[in-house]
């Protein structure tokens, strides 16, 4: 039933035509067949990745990191990154390829998006090299702080910074709190960077 859960299709009426509705479904049966250990799981698991449904693409991706099949598992996730994709399945990706390897080639790639011409793309890129704690992860995502001009980028860097739970990056953000200059009209404090961008959700209190 697993197996032949990942392949099912069920289309169901909508206004003007069909949809399937069974993306959440070939996504659970992905995760049932690699902890069943089923012999040829990454072989659907790659067919996954492949989904029309973003829904199915993001499930691949967990499934395909929760293997822990470096072989076969990496590979797939560099080749649906290199695609592309919407964020949200991007950001899975990410998380997955660092999960299984957490190495200098992985965090390169992912680099790479952080220059990305979607916001939202640059955006998951970041998250997903904070969440991976590398300490490797800590001058890329400053080296980006210190270059992006935009606001909510810059917001999204700190965040990021802050997942990583590193000494650099507590020290970092004191350095910031000491800057911190004028209070915003939002009750906020704005920072005394360059541009002067708010940073009110990290430095939201006084020094």
Same mark, same amino acid.
């Given at each position: 039933?697993?197996?032949?859960?990942?392949?099912?299709?069920?289309?169901?009426?909508?206004?003007? /035509?069909?949809?399937?509705?069974?993306?959440?479904?070939?996504?659970?049966?992905?995760? /049932?067949?690699?902890?069943?250990?089923?012999?040829?799981?990454?072989?659907?698991?790659?067919?996954?990745?492949?989904?029309?449904?973003?829904?199915?693409?993001?499930?691949?991706?967990?499934?395909?990191?929760?293997?822990?099949?470096?072989?076969?598992?990496?590979?797939?996730?560099?080749?649906?990154?290199?695609? /592309?994709?919407?964020?949200?399945?991007?950001?899975?990706?990410?998380?997955?390829?660092?999960?299984?390897?957490?190495?200098?080639?992985?965090?390169?790639?992912?680099?790479?998006?952080?220059?990305?011409?979607?916001?939202?793309?640059?955006?998951?890129?970041?998250?997903?090299?904070?969440?991976?704690?590398?300490?490797?992860?800590?001058?890329?995502?400053?080296?980006?702080?210190? %270059?992006?001009?935009?606001?909510?980028?810059?917001?999204?860097?700190?965040?990021?910074?802050?997942?990583?739970?590193?000494?650099?990056?507590?020290?970092?953000?004191?350095?910031?709190?000491? %800057?911190?200059?004028?209070?915003?009209?939002?009750?906020?404090?704005?920072?005394?960077?360059?541009?002067?961008?708010?940073?009110?959700?990290?430095?939201?209190? %006084?020094?």
């Amino acid at each position: 039933m697993t197996l032949r859960g990942i392949r099912h299709i069920q289309q169901e009426p909508i206004w003007g /035509g069909s949809e399937d509705t069974a993306a959440a479904l070939r996504g659970a049966c992905a995760l /049932g067949l690699v902890r069943m250990n089923y012999p040829q799981v990454m072989s659907e698991l790659a067919d996954l990745l492949a989904d029309p449904k973003p829904e199915a693409r993001m499930a691949a991706a967990r499934a395909i990191a929760y293997s822990e099949d470096l072989l076969a598992g990496v590979p797939l996730l560099r080749l649906r990154i290199q695609v /592309g994709d919407t964020a949200p399945v991007l950001s899975d990706c990410f998380l997955a390829l660092l999960q299984l390897s957490p190495e200098s080639s992985s965090l390169a790639l992912i680099r790479r998006f952080l220059t990305a011409d979607l916001n939202e793309v640059a955006e998951v890129a970041a998250l997903a090299l904070g969440e991976s704690r590398l300490p490797e992860a800590f001058p890329v995502l400053q080296n980006w702080w210190q %270059r992006t001009r935009i606001t909510e980028l810059r917001r999204t860097a700190l965040t990021a910074i802050a997942l990583l739970r590193q000494d650099d990056a507590d020290t970092l953000r004191v350095s910031r709190r000491q %800057r911190v200059s004028v209070v915003t009209d939002s009750g906020g404090w704005a920072c005394g960077c360059e541009r002067s961008d708010l940073c009110t959700q990290h430095l939201s209190s %006084r020094p």
